[in-house]
């Protein structure tokens, strides 16, 4: 067990970080911090709520690719980084689950709560990204 546990945080820790920096332009275009907040408090239902939140990723990704075909310049720079984070999620999530097999309750309880935490907190990208969205 013990050695489960020193395999998975420090490999967890930055699947953690990339997964939610996949996610962050749709949590925060898509205002579904409903889906991450039911996450922090009942990490038990992660299946059912990574569910959800990929349907929101995939709609925040045609919205992306829309808005992608009609801009230019920095506008569009800004809004592939957001595309190529968001083509990130199935594989990232893929990898987050099979990590989330190998930990404990706690473990995976404090891994999912690390990922809301992480995924709800703005970066300079993701501002950008909305406001091009809102145009």
Do not use: C, H
């Not at 020193?6 to 996949?22: F, N, Q, Y």
């Not at 205002?31 to 569910?51: C, G, K």
């Amino acid at each position: 067990m013990l050695m489960a546990q020193s395999r998975a945080v420090p490999a967890g820790g930055d699947l953690v970080s990339r997964l939610a920096a996949a996610a962050r332009v749709a949590v925060r275009y898509e205002q579904a911090y409903d889906i991450i907040d039911e996450l922090a408090r009942t990490p038990e239902r992660y299946p059912e709520l990574f569910s959800r939140l990929s349907r929101v990723i995939t709609k925040t990704l045609s919205d992306v690719e829309r808005k992608l075909g009609e801009s230019s310049g920095d506008e569009s720079k800004k809004l592939d980084g957001a595309r190529k984070r968001l083509l990130r999620w199935g594989r990232l999530l893929e990898e987050f689950l099979q990590a989330l097999d190998g930990m404990n309750e706690r473990e995976r309880d404090a891994a999912l709560r690390k990922f809301a935490a992480l995924a709800l907190a703005p970066d300079a990208l993701t501002v950008e990204v909305e406001k091009i969205l809102k145009l």
